[in-house]
């Protein structure tokens, strides 16, 4: 019976599947056995966790075919959907960072081997880049969906994602993968080679890991498309006449406006070359001392391409009516004087209206109209914005390389008395240079304008196509780089205090100590440093910060095997930390499981934990960013704002981005947030092997370090007319009617507060042939709630899907179905999104099918093989032009492996 009970365990604590890699018959698991599970040090049951844990093994990983963990963890419901993928092209510089609870990357604290692994994000952020983690060295993955601070310290707010490596392997073994897209691009590949030994004293494993991973371009894709207001020609916005204007391509001639395909030149997804070097290895000095080591290094190169840049009014294209060619002045000139014409008709009209309105003694309610002249006093004045982008100079191609590394060495050993104590240090460092071919220097620009460029008068062309003295006057590689370093030592004790006796057994113990100081520069190129570029103007960013730690936890195992108390106890665990930025913060957590019959189990967990400001958010000085946007007021949306006076007849939106003020704040307090937990697990007696678990959580956020919603901010303004919404400081227009001005500077005006039910079902079933497994996985979002200070304003983000990211569809679920036989499996997963509303558009649910397939040819070779998303389930647009990246970009994708071992 117990050995049935801990296949249940496991299937609770929520791994994917039981049978190993190269299982060839389905057995039940060993006996129990006290072991370290994430969010305690203390070595317990797993089945005794206060809070829900869900497990990922090595099989698992394997059976599905990924080459990154985020793209198996972000499957999970539990997962958020705000972290960047592969998905990001536009800002998301090759990074794969995930996170739990929709809380954000920087509140969820990722472990490797239950350690802190440096940050490697592109300049200095707080978060970790999967890339850097090769996935063949994996023995499984923990999810702790429960607030651990009080365990780990800082950032684990949301919970906590722990990857266990593999420590032990005898051999040689190789694996290869690859994979293809239906429709075109994608494509991947993957070798990887693990090998090490076991000696009498030890052990040592390593392994080597090169991958590819191809490009998704918006023509590989029949529903991807994207349109520009800015063409290689140019294209001319008034308040007269018609509007807007094209320029025809002798660079004198106005044409109709028409939006100009920039898609042709995008891509959905971007590249990436890595290449990973891992080990680790253990050596016995004496019976009860082991010294231990981890090191790895990972060398990646990633690269995205854009549209050449775009250049209009608001970012810095100064062109005025005196830079146009005498043909367009005279053409807009007649323009104007129709319009001119027409309202001096127009007011004509009203005033001898007037007149007989004033003779009839001015009836109430109807006094004519006085028409407006909004089409300015002078051609010259109606002229709102010329728009361009040069084409001819090519894609913005941006490519970073990176290189981090970490290294971990340490000693743990066994005490007399039974009690284990372990002490580390671990160094780990980020490097990357990071570089966006054909940039365009703004300051040049305006040389070219004010003709002190010193090119010959014929030779520059700027309608209808820029020329390529221009073209090559002004274009430049923009190049940054970025470097974090993290130092990381600490000491811990363990063990039972045989001196404290409850019913169930000895007082559990675990205490230590440690400290961590983390540093990191990031030092963008001059030309943007100045505000010399038409892309995002930068500071410089340095800072460090240094943490001193002390932590206790207790168990204590009050019952056990008693009448209606097959289990109680109860956890408990307090963190002092004192950082050199802000002073000491406390943490604790409080937690107890009881199970009346060993059939039924009840768990709940309550806790505080924080998250200190990171290097990023403390000391990066003031920068622009163009964030992907839609205004309200744009007379061209079906949907537009009703609180848009400010704006001019038929105005448009430059493009969809928006000059947006980002920086850091060294003013900044830690986040402070209670999590609590409450579940049920219950596997019942009346069957074997299934599982039901059911778990509540809420977590509440306070001073979260977070900027405006930016959309949120404009829809309150534009559509809400909330008067807060609309403050200068935050939200400012030029005269145009373009917005020049978005404040999105970090502080601690935010509030989070956000529940759900996490449910869980696992069946197995055991046949001659073979086992069946099932499982099916939700969580039901019951509340996201975002107050921000600035604005005073509560957001509703439950069914909220945003334009490019961020997805808190009321539910989210995964489930499977696997046939293991003795040296062949097969298996289905279905993964579903659930509806929502993006600010434009009702999104109807995504659902995914995956299947894949192994055979154990032999003891030595496997062969495995899937289709990711059989039935080409294409990504709803959000607005007519955007997609999230939550949803699925490959479409219909095919893979297969085959592993080795020598």
Not at 212 to 232: C, F, H, N, V
Not at 291 to 304: M, V
Not at 408 to 427: E, K, Q
């Amino acid at each position: 019976m117990i050995k049935t009970k801990l296949s249940v365990a496991i299937a609770a604590l929520g791994t994917i599947a039981s049978s190993g890699v190269f299982a060839q018959e389905s057995i039940p698991g060993p006996e129990v056995e006290e072991v370290v599970v994430t969010g305690s040090r203390i070595a317990r049951d797993p089945l005794s966790t206060t809070g829900p844990i869900t497990l990922v093994d090595s099989e698992a990983i394997q059976r599905s075919g990924v080459g990154t963990i985020d793209e198996l963890l972000n499957q999970l419901p539990s997962m958020g959907t705000t972290g960047i993928n592969a998905n990001d092209n536009n800002g998301g510089a090759g990074l794969s960072f995930v996170d739990l609870r929709n809380l954000g990357a920087a509140r969820t604290l990722v472990l490797v081997n239950g350690r802190r692994f440096v940050s490697s994000s592109s300049g200095v952020a707080s978060a970790v880049d999967m890339n850097n983690i090769p996935v063949d060295m994996i023995d499984r993955i923990e999810v702790l969906t429960d607030g651990a601070s009080a365990v780990y310290g800082s950032d684990a707010v949301a919970g906590v994602i722990n990857v266990v490596m593999k420590d032990s392997f005898d051999g040689v073994r190789v694996n290869a993968r690859a994979g293809a897209t239906e429709a075109g691009g994608g494509e991947n590949g993957e070798i990887s080679i693990t090998f090490g030994k076991e000696f009498d004293r030890g052990q040592f494993i390593g392994n080597i890991t090169h991958s590819q991973r191809d490009e998704i371009t918006y023509k590989d894709r029949d529903w991807a498309g994207l349109q520009s207001s800015m063409s290689p020609t140019g294209n001319i916005f008034t308040s007269y006449g018609k509007g807007k204007y094209g320029v025809d391509t002798d660079g004198t001639t106005l044409e109709d406006y028409s939006t100009y395909d920039i898609g042709q030149y995008m891509w959905l997804s971007g590249a990436m070359e890595r290449t990973s070097f891992t080990g680790s290895g253990t050596f016995s000095i004496t019976d009860s001392v082991e010294l231990y080591g981890e090191g790895s290094y990972t060398t990646k190169t990633t690269n995205q391409q854009m549209a050449a840049q775009p250049m209009y009014g608001s970012n810095g294209l100064n062109i005025t009516s005196d830079h146009l060619p005498a043909e367009i002045q005279s053409q807009l000139a007649e323009v104007w004087d129709e319009a001119e014409k027409k309202y001096q008709i127009d007011l004509a009209k009203y005033e001898a209206g007037l007149a007989e309105w004033k003779e009839q003694g001015s009836p109430e309610d109807l006094e004519p109209a006085k028409p407006e002249a909004t089409h300015g006093e002078t051609w010259q004045a109606g002229l709102t914005d010329v728009r361009m982008r040069p084409v001819a100079g090519g894609t913005r191609n941006s490519e970073q390389q990176t290189e981090t590394y970490r290294i971990l060495g340490g000693l743990r050993g066994d005490l007399a008395n039974g009690w284990g104590w372990d002490t580390f240090v671990s160094y780990g460092k980020n490097e990357g240079e990071n570089t966006v071919g054909n940039s365009i220097n703004k300051t040049l620009m305006q040389e070219i304008l004010d003709g002190t460029s010193g090119i010959a008068e014929e030779n520059i062309q700027l309608l209808g196509g820029m020329s390529d003295e221009v073209i090559d006057y002004i274009s430049y590689t923009d190049q940054e780089d970025n470097e974090y370093d993290m130092l990381n030592f600490g000491a811990s004790l363990t063990g039972d205090i045989e001196a404290i006796q409850f019913q169930g057994g000895a007082l559990g113990f675990a205490t230590g100590v440690e400290y961590r100081k983390e540093s990191g520069e990031f030092n963008p190129s001059t030309e943007t440093q100045s505000g010399a570029t038409f892309s995002n103007q930068q500071d410089a960013t340095s800072g460090d910060f240094a943490v001193t730690e002390v932590f206790a936890e207790f168990n204590l195992p009050i019952l056990s095997g008693a009448k209606y108390a097959d289990e109680l106890s109860v956890d408990a665990a307090i963190r002092y930390s004192d950082y050199d930025t802000f002073g000491g913060q406390a943490t604790y957590k409080v937690g107890a499981v009881y199970a009346p019959t060993e059939n039924l189990r009840f768990r709940s967990s309550l806790s505080t934990a924080f998250r200190a400001p990171g290097i990023y958010e403390l000391y990066s000085g003031t920068a622009q960013s163009y964030e992907t946007l839609i205004d309200p007021c744009d007379t061209s949306s079906d949907n537009q704002g009703k609180f848009c006076d400010m704006v001019g007849a038929g105005f448009t939106q430059a493009g969809n981005q928006i000059a947006t003020n980002i920086g850091g704040n060294e003013d900044l307090q830690p986040e402070e947030s209670t999590s609590f937990t409450a579940g049920i697990v219950w596997t019942p007696s009346f069957t074997e092997d299934l599982s039901i678990t059911l778990d509540y959580f809420n977590v509440e956020i306070k001073d979260a370090i977070t900027s405006t919603d930016l959309q949120q901010l404009l829809d309150d303004c534009y559509r809400s007319g909330i008067a807060t919404a609309c403050n200068e400081e935050l939200v400012r227009r030029d005269g145009t009617g373009q917005i020049v001005h978005l404040e999105g500077s970090l502080q601690n005006i935010g509030e989070i507060n956000t529940s759900g039910i996490d449910i869980d079902v696992v069946q197995n079933f055991h046949y001659d042939t073979g086992k069946l497994a099932l499982r099916a996985q939700a969580t039901h979002l019951l509340e996201y709630d975002e107050y921000n200070a600035q604005t005073e304003q509560t957001t509703d983000k439950v069914d909220y899907i945003g334009a490019t990211g961020d997805a808190f569809t009321k539910w989210r679920g995964l489930a499977s179905a696997t046939w293991y036989a003795d040296n062949w499996d097969f298996g289905a997963d279905v993964q579903y999104i659930g509806d929502g509303h993006s600010p434009y558009l009702d999104m109807p649910s995504h659902t995914y099918l995956n299947l894949k397939g192994g055979w154990d040819v032999n003891d030595a070779m496997r062969l495995t093989a899937g289709i990711d998303n059989v039935t080409d389930r294409e990504p709803s647009t959000t607005s007519g032009s955007d997609w999230n990246g939550t949803y699925d970009y490959q479409g219909r994708y095919a893979w297969a492996g085959v592993t080795y071992q020598f």
